[in-house]
């Protein structure tokens, strides 16, 4: 997910998003512990987004 995607969506779905991603990742780790993920960097990708995801709420948390 980029950027000017995280921008465009709303308070409230961006959170559920957030919440999504954040379940998703949870999963993914648990997967790549039993056994390995064909792409590993699908975690690297899924932390940058929940990031990005912060990023977003806080930059409007301030500018209220």
């Not at 950027?3 to 779905?13: A, H, P, Y």
């Not at 780790?29 to 590993?40: M, V």
């Amino acid at each position: 997910m980029k950027s000017n995607e995280v921008r465009e969506l709303d308070t409230k779905s961006l959170e559920e998003k957030l919440e999504n991603t954040v379940e998703q990742l949870h999963q993914l780790k648990l997967t790549h512990s039993i056994s390995p993920l064909e792409n590993p960097s699908q975690l690297k990708a899924l932390r940058r987004d929940i990031a990005r995801m912060k990023t977003e709420l806080r930059m409007r948390e301030l500018n209220k």
